[in-house]
């Protein structure tokens, strides 16, 4: 049971107002603006005036059945607070909104929207940051969205990625923004499985017509790594911490964002000249392989293969298909991909495979090359991410036969620029 000050400051933050709003800038990197400005609470303790944590408000909240009450004060004092600024700034406001009280009984409270209408807010200007998977009904979450769509709010789904999101939710909901949770973002740019989610909710967001936002980003090397991949909207301490002070935490936002523009300028360079050394390098050694073969002799071939792969350790297979896309060679694989354990639904692809329905085929076709690099894609030969070179060569009857090389993709790995 709680103590009887801890009860005392509940009601007394309640009854006097006294809590205070900080803000935490989300930024465009691209644009160099920023986005919006996320209301967060702080309690203010009776006598001291220290600072009582948001966590603690809410749990006390929760625990005394006053949640509404206060989710209601916090609107408030946010819109207030927020209102005396908004003529200095282009950026939006987002408020949280407890989604485990959506649906409660609540008639006779003040609605975000009367709220903002009363103090003359546009709703386009205000987004609502929603955790999907906290909320208690689905039917009331989707009637509340709905709600507040059609009255002009932007609707921010956040945490996803963590708990329990729930996808069929995302898809009903239909956010204007998916916040990505700090559990993925962590140290994204030496973990390839995150990359990879990551890729996956953001195509899922551009699909779906929302922007991505990376929360909780904490180096240049995550923002770096986020930017890369595809990420539009930044948050976080490596951006700027929270401050009730708006007109200082603008200015000193701004400059940061010249700052990571200046190196993300640097690693984007660098990125694109990788991709093209990858381009690049990827047909040399084609190149230089063709010039090895005998396309009329497989057994001779595949001693070149061997000795090729092991000289190049970032080819993990090499194989020979037929106009048809019938595979008429064996898969020559590296030896690290043979040594290392992998589930048995991963394997190389028999000679006689048919190949026909893959892009690294498909493109001779569709395109009228004589050699294509696939977009990354992971294989079924041995769950890595890769990329395919094919490439179209002749038999000593004339007739069409493909190459095919696959490319380990290494994970995007972002160093930023030394500082003088």
Known sequence: MPGPCEEFVLRDILENETICTFFQPIVSLTTGRIFAYEALVRGIRHGSGSLIAPCELFARASEETMSLEFDALCRKKAFETFHGFRGNTEAMMFLNVNTSVIGACDTDRPHIGTVASQMGFDPSFIGLELIEARANSSDALIDFVGRYRDAGFLIVIDDFGCEQSNIDRLIQIRPDIIKVD??????????PYRQSILKSIHSLAEMTGALCLAEGVETVEEIATCHLLGVDLFQGFSIACPAPDLPLLELRTKARIAE??????????????????????????????????????????????????????????????????????????????????????????????????????????????????????LSLASGNLCRTLSVKLKDETGHDLILCMDFLEEAVRCTPPERP
Request: one cysteine or more; hydrophobic letters at 40%.
């Open 182 to 191: 700090r559990n993925i973002i962590a140290e994204i740019e030496s973990d």
């Open 260 to 377: 990571l523009q200046e190196e993300l300028r640097s690693i984007t360079l660098n990125a694109l000249r990788s991709r093209r050394r990858l381009t690049g390098d990827a047909n040399a050694l084609a190149d230089w392989l063709i010039r090895q073969l005998m396309p009329g002799d497989l057994d001779a071939m595949y001693p070149v293969f061997q000795e090729f792969m092991a000289m190049n350790s970032e080819i993990e297979c090499i194989f020979l298909i037929d106009s048809r896309g019938i595979q008429i060679s064996q898969t020559i694989s590296s030896s690290r991909l043979m040594e290392q354990p992998r589930p048995s639904i991963f394997s190389p692809s028999p000679e006689g495979a048919n190949h026909a329905f893959k892009p690294y085929f498909t493109c001779f076709e569709a395109f009228g090359v004589q050699r294509y690099l696939t977009d990354v894609y």
